[in-house]
């Protein structure tokens, strides 16, 4: 997919003018059309998708034990950091279900994480190691 660089309109690759504006297009750089970034509200509420390595830890891990630091420091009790402890299950489970898919596996593989000994395999795997490169049946590579 190729857009004209003057209007902006869809035009075909292989296009010498372009056929709306009439401005000439270079044959030489493809501008193709990205996705969309994911908002935070999909990051954190959405099944769907995938999640790079580095908006895993940058937007998620490190921002949510952040907070957990806070709600310590702020209550000596625990009360506060149990009531953030329980409303991150549904965020937490969420974005590791979009790692999964970068890894171009089912959610379902979080199930591994209950097996003693073998759960060190996904949580090593979901954390530290890239997603499949390109697109894979979850959607569009989240690097590009």
């Known amino acids: 997919m ?7 309109n869809q035009v075909l690759l292989t296009a010498v003018i372009c056929p709306n504006c009439g401005a ?3 044959t030489q750089t493809v501008i193709t059309h990205q996705p969309p970034a994911m908002s935070m509200a999909d990051l954190l509420f959405s099944f769907q998708g995938r999640t790079s390595l580095w908006t895993y830890w940058f937007r998620f891990i490190f921002p949510l034990y952040a907070l957990y630091a806070l ?3 702020l ?8 009531i953030t402890f329980v409303l991150a299950i549904y965020p ?3 974005v590791s279900v979009k790692r999964c898919h970068d890894r171009d596996r089912s ?3 979080l199930l591994v994480l209950f097996v003693p000994i073998v759960s060190i395999w996904p949580a090593i795997e979901l ?3 890239p997603g499949s490169y390109g697109t894979n049946q979850y959607g569009p590579d989240p690097r590009n």
């Open 24 to 26: 000439a297009q270079s």
């Open 75 to 82: 209550d000596s009790s625990g009360v506060l950091f149990m």
């Open 2 to 8: 190729k857009f004209c660089h003057s209007c902006g």
């Open 127 to 129: 954390a530290f190691i």
């Open 107 to 109: 959610g379902l593989f």
């Open 92 to 94: 937490n489970l969420a």
């Open 71 to 73: 709600t310590l420091m």
